[in-house]
Each structure stands twice: as structure tokens, then as C-alpha cells.
């Protein structure tokens, strides 16, 4: 995401997961929310899972672990995103250049650092329902995924923290 994005010219950075869970007809309803978002020339729109308008199907064992890695998020991170995870997000072009250049992580959880970096920099974030649909074939190792998840949230934190990495603008 990180690359992409800075070598990116459009208005707008879209991120999508390559499995297409998410259904790219909720795309309009996204940019929408990106541009109402908007102060400043900055904003971030999520696609989410969480939102009334949302619809996702997901079996009762992802249902769990979502629940979970949420609780997980705004515990260690304090932040009130209720779908962090949901592979369907768009910054503005202004957005993105504040942000990726001092991004970190390019493991799992990267979109956490992401959404926690557009909290630094007072970027506005607001999430967006989506239609989104469990895929098939995932070779995810549960276990190995949240530990990662889990030891990664908690170096965002202290890393950040003690200033090891830095919020700092990184022109590119």
C-alpha cells in the first residue's frame, strides 16, 4: 500500500484487497464520504463492515475474531474505528502524502498504523458501509495472524510512543 500510494497521482489513493471481498459498487459511497469528510484538503474514508447501511456476510468464527481484534485496537491503540480491518480505503491525494511516507509496517497491521498516523496528523477519518462478502480459498493461519496482529499493535504503540518512529512529513 505504502508504495503504491506514493507513486500514485489521482486525486484520490484507493486501497482494495486483491480477494474483492469488498464490492466495488460501494466505491461512489466512499469517495462520497471522503469528500464530506474533507477540511483542509485532507481526508480518509473506510470502507466498514460495522455501519447500518453496511452489508457483510461473515461466518460466526470471523464474526468472533473481529470482535475481538477490535476490543484488541481500541484497548492498546485508543481508537473509536469499529473496522480497522476492512480492506476498502481511500485517502485524498493530500492525505496520502502526508501519511505514507512515515508509515512503518507493511505486515498485518498496517491499516492500524495507517488510521493511528491520520489521527497524528488531525486527518479526518469516517467509515462507510460497504457491501463485503467472505472469499473463499484464504490460506490465513488464524493463530499465526493474531499473534502478529497482537506483537504489531503493541510496537505501533510503543515505537510511536517513545519516538522511535516519528509523525514527521517526509517530502518524496
Not at 484487497?17 to 469488498?22: I, L, Q, R, V
Not at 485517502?91 to 512503518?104: W, Y
Request: charged share 25%.
Amino acid at each position: 500500500m505504502k508504495y503504491g500510494s506514493l507513486f500514485s497521482r489521482g486525486e484520490y489513493v484507493l486501497f482494495a484487497d486483491a480477494d474483492g471481498a469488498t464490492d466495488i459498487n460501494s466505491l461512489e459511497k466512499v469517495i462520497q464520504g471522503c469528500k464530506k469528510a474533507e477540511k483542509n484538503g485532507v481526508s480518509c474514508a473506510i470502507g466498514s463492515r460495522y455501519q447500518d447501511e453496511s452489508h457483510a456476510e461473515r461466518n460466526l468464527f470471523r464474526r468472533f475474531l473481529s470482535l475481538g481484534h477490535n476490543t484488541l485496537v481500541k484497548f492498546v491503540l485508543r481508537n473509536n474505528i469499529k473496522d480497522t480491518q476492512c480492506g476498502f480505503k481511500i485517502f485524498s491525494r493530500e492525505a496520502a502524502k502526508r501519511i505514507f511516507p512515515t508509515q512503518h509496517l507493511e505486515r498485518w497491521a498496517f491499516d492500524i498504523e495507517v488510521l493511528m498516523l491520520c489521527g497524528a496528523k488531525n486527518i479526518p477519518i469516517v467509515e462507510v458501509g460497504v457491501d463485503w462478502q467472505e472469499i473463499d480459498g484464504s490460506h490465513l493461519n488464524v493463530v499465526d495472524a493474531t499473534l502478529t496482529m497482537m506483537r504489531d499493535m503493541v510496537l505501533i504503540k510503543l515505537l510511536y510512543a517513545f519516538g522511535l518512529w516519528g509523525y514527521e512529513d517526509i517530502a518524496y
